[in-house]
């Protein structure tokens, strides 16, 4: 399957259900965003505004990006865009493209906004969640909060238990990714393994 055609299936479930229950997808990885978020006053996405800035930046296509405006408990005409990014792989440009994302949805604005990643990768230690230089004296650096899938891996009882439905994906993910290392390098996904072991059991054959 093609790299891209891959990331097309990684990233259509991620965006369909963070689209579907944005302050659930808040509120189970960014709680103390959450409660600053007065979710009463509803949300709206931005997703022609992102695809333009996306444009402009010259970035191109990247993963799962989500753009809302809500508005805060602190006022009523205190707002934020909310910028989400779902990295489900490693990449050393992560964090310079947070930046660039973030400088350029304020200036499209002119307000305050909040860049959060959800990093679904499997490496525990990768966890990219600042940018910035220093010039003559000028110092510009943006520092974002991440919430890495695999810290879950561990909590799989309480996950089930839990009722947020980011909590089941988050078991589901952590499931896969025991899988993976078996599966691709017999050139099969999860999806397809399932699938595969359904077949078997209605028309089990000998080996050989």
């Not at 333009?52 to 205190?78: C, M």
């Not at 910028?83 to 350029?104: C, K, L, T, W």
């Not at 879950?152 to 988050?170: K, Q, R, S």
Request: aromatic content about 12%; proline content about 8%.
């Amino acid at each position: 399957m093609p790299a891209s055609a891959a990331q097309d299936d990684y990233d259509s479930p991620w965006k369909e259900a963070v689209e579907h229950a944005f302050p659930e997808f808040i509120d189970f990885y960014f709680p103390d965003a959450g409660r600053q978020i007065d979710w009463a006053r509803g949300h709206r996405f931005l997703d022609k505004e992102l695809q333009q800035i996306v444009r402009d930046a010259a970035l191109g296509r990247r993963h799962v990006d989500k753009l809302a405006s809500v508005t805060t408990h602190a006022g009523e005409e205190d707002w934020l865009c909310v910028h989400i990014e779902v990295q489900g792989s490693m990449d050393p440009d992560f964090a310079r493209r947070m930046f660039v994302y973030n400088y350029r949805i304020y200036d499209s604005y002119d307000r305050p906004v909040a860049s959060l990643a959800v990093l679904a990768d499997d490496d525990p230690a990768w966890r990219p969640d600042r940018f910035g230089y220093e010039r003559l004296g000028c110092r510009h650096n943006l520092q974002f909060p991440v919430a890495k899938l695999v810290d879950h891996a561990a909590d799989e009882a309480a996950l089930l238990c839990n009722p947020n439905p980011f909590a089941l994906v988050t078991a589901a993910r952590n499931v896969v990714a025991i899988y993976r290392p078996i599966l691709e390098p017999l050139g099969l996904t999860h999806p397809q393994y399932l699938v595969m072991l359904a077949l078997w059991e209605r028309s089990p054959r000998p080996p050989g």
